[in-house]
């Protein structure tokens, strides 16, 4: 292998291909370093922290067999790439060929089968991968997964909230807290018409997020609770009579359906509010 004869600085550009009969991952840019070489075997490493490091002991003659030594860095790296190594962490748990593929000269170095692998990653965690990656593409986004203990209570609100906007799926709560704008319009109409038990609809022409420090534009939304209790109803009313237009009064509700989480086009949603 011409490997060998490389500076030990140079990165070397290889593609990874994990392959089982069912499904396959292609890992399509992956650098490495060489670490050692010599005639019987070349030892090259994955450069930094990527979220799948790996070390390749590969032998000059076919008939030796390669060793792999797989390692994980998952924080701190963008979530689409995280999610592409959970995928090939998947196969390399069940066994799998892995394909080496050189970019540069573009040529196969080898084709490795390697034995399943003990990995401690849970279903529920591929999971949670899966819907973050889930978000990042519905929202055009590609933020860095934070360490375990730099996940906030404020982060896992907002990912139940925008997992619910992207996957289209009602969410249970047990409260939500909206504000009212009380305008000329709806000064007199309030105190007629909001009952102890109603429906609310809570329309955003831009909303925005933000999840992990990276800011989100969620685009035209829609926060619909079909059946909810307005909790102190009478306490309320009395906030909203005396405020003066323009202001903002809290309302907590309690649902007594799914709160519905839906991202809209702009048109239905001016559309909605045609008399």
Do not use: W
């Not at 291909?17 to 075997?41: C, P, Q, W, Y």
């Amino acid at each position: 292998m011409s490997m060998s004869s490389l500076p030990d600085k140079r990165a070397i550009p290889l593609k990874l291909t994990f392959r089982t009969a069912e499904a396959s991952v292609t890992l399509e840019l992956v650098e490495f370093r060489k670490i050692r070489g010599g005639g019987e075997e070349v030892e090259i490493s994955t450069i930094g922290k990527p979220a799948l490091g790996l070390t390749l002991v590969l032998p000059t003659k076919a008939t030796v067999s390669a060793r792999a030594t797989v390692s994980t860095h998952m924080p701190g790296n963008s979530i689409r790439s995280v999610a592409k190594v959970c995928g090939a962490l998947g196969l390399l748990q069940k066994g799998c060929e892995l394909e080496v593929f050189a970019l540069k000269p573009d040529a196969r170095l080898c084709v490795l089968q390697v034995k399943p692998l003990p990995f401690s990653f849970s279903a529920t965690f591929y999971t949670f991968i899966d819907d973050l990656n889930t978000i990042a593409k519905r929202f055009n986004s590609d933020f860095i997964l934070p360490e375990r203990s730099s996940f906030s209570a404020d982060d896992e609100e907002t990912f139940r909230i925008l997992r619910a906007f992207a996957l289209s799926e009602p969410m249970d709560l047990t409260n939500l807290t909206c504000r009212l704008i009380k305008s000329p319009e709806n000064a007199e109409l309030v105190p007629q018409q909001l009952r102890e038990e109603t429906m609310f609809r809570m329309e955003h022409e831009s909303a925005t997020a933000s999840l992990f420090g990276t800011q989100m534009s969620l685009g035209p939304t829609v926060i619909q609770v079909d059946r909810a209790k307005v909790e102190r109803l009478p306490e309320t009313l009395k906030v909203f009579v005396k405020a003066e237009i323009g202001s903002a009064v809290p309302i907590s509700l309690r649902p007594l359906v799914p709160v519905r989480f839906l991202l809209v086009d702009r048109a239905s949603l001016l559309s909605s509010r045609e008399p």
